[in-house]
């Protein structure tokens, strides 16, 4: 199994201990750059639609199966530090340019840099 990266997160956060622990806890703006390869799947995206970016917490402790001092297993949460660390935020989207694919949205939580896997309509 692999996963290519669609593009990265440009935000203001230079770590994971930078970021919010929830993006819809904040009211932080940041792009998503979109690799040129893959700017044809931005068609349709529209300011103010809700997305969902899916990226992946690649400076995550992997190692971590109990948090909490042990009291409940990682699965029953939503922090990076994981087996597998991919990561859901959703999103406002303020603004398009397709052209040089980037996305503004509100609501980030992610660190600088961190690879983006795939773009989601957020269900409502």
Avoid at 31 to 45: A, D, H, I
Avoid at 88 to 98: G, H, N, W
Wanted: proline content about 8%; glycine content about 8%.
């Amino acid at each position: 199994m692999y996963a290519t990266p669609i593009g990265y997160a440009d935000t203001r956060f230079e770590t994971a201990a930078d970021a919010p622990r929830q993006g819809v806890e904040t009211p932080y703006a940041a792009n998503v750059q979109v690799y040129e390869s893959f700017r044809g799947g931005l068609v349709g995206l529209e300011p103010d639609d809700r997305v969902v970016v899916v990226w992946w917490a690649d400076d995550a402790d992997r190692d971590v199966l109990a948090v909490r001092d042990g009291d409940r297993g990682v699965f029953t949460t939503r922090s990076p530090a994981r087996p597998n660390p991919v990561c859901i935020t959703p999103c406002e989207l303020l603004a398009v340019d397709a052209a040089d694919g980037t996305l503004a949205i509100r609501g980030v939580d992610m660190a600088h840099g961190s690879p983006v896997l795939d773009l989601k309509p957020a269900l409502d």
